[in-house]
Structure formats: structure tokens, C-alpha cells
């Protein structure tokens, strides 16, 4: 009996489902994507960074920088994720993210129950704010795993 070898990993899947949560984002400048598993890779949530439901996008900026940015009004993929669940125990869960998290969504992760963190992009790693959530994750005992890309490139049949 013939059995399929080339099909995708799990961690290729989750964070192809990350990848393409980010593409949901209206950020012209960066999107970014979550998926978050449980212990028996069962998808429990998504999200990508935006502003919270029932905002319009036109009535709000997206500048990065100035007295008015749009860090004051976007809910970051992790938070998105997490708010998402709606009571689901995320305990011993894993979450999938693009972008490695800043220190508002690290505290997030820890608060949630949440035990690794898998990401694929650390570039801001040389900023105090992500040298503080590594910090928060290391010290609350959450595993960091940097994403290995099997370097297959993934593409869906539409």
C-alpha cells in the first residue's frame, strides 16, 4: 500500500495558517499572524493585528509614528488570538506567531496558560521591548522556538 511522504509537518502547518491569518490585516506596513494549538495540534484560535471589531479602518490612522499612531488603536495577532477564544483554556497550548511578540502580548501569552511560543521573525529582537518579553517568557517558563522553514514552498489549489 502506497502512503504519501510528502506531506506537510505540523509546525509547517500552523504557521502557514499563521501566514495566512496576516494576510487578513489592513497594516499597510506590517501584518502579522497567530495561530495557537492545543497539546493534540488542534487549532483553538487565530488572529492578526488590527483594529478591534466594529472600527471602521477609514476613521482611524495607521501612522507608525506622531502624536496620533496607530499603536493606540490596533490589537496586536497574539491578543487577537488569545480574545478570540472566547473561555477557551488555553493551558499547555502552543501559539504560532510571524513576528516575535512584544512585551504586551508576552504578557498576555504568560497570563493565558500559554507554554511555547514558535515564531518566525525576530526583527526587532536588538529592542529593549523585545529583549523584555524574552525576559517575561524565559522567566515565566515558556518555551521560545525560533520556526525552522523546511524551505518547501507551500501553495494552495484554488
Known sequence: MYERTDYIKWD??????????????KDPNTQVGACIVSDMNRILSV?????????????????RE????????????????????????????KIYVTLFPCYECAKAIIQS??????????KYKDTVGVQASKRMLNRAGVKITEYQSSGREIRVKV
Open 47 to 63: 488572529g492578526y493585528n488590527g483594529l478591534p471589531n466594529g472600527l471602521p479602518d477609514s476613521e482611524f490612522t495607521w501612522a
Open 113 to 122: 496558560g500559554i507554554i511555547e511560543v514558535i515564531y518566525a521573525d525576530d
Open 66 to 93: 506622531g502624536e496620533d499612531n496607530k499603536y493606540f488603536y490596533t490589537t496586536h495577532s497574539e491578543l487577537n488570538a488569545i480574545l478570540n477564544c472566547h473561555g477557551i483554556n488555553l493551558e499547555g497550548s
Open 12 to 25: 509547517e502547518y500552523f504557521m502557514g495558517i499563521a501566514q495566512l491569518s496576516a494576510m487578513r490585516s
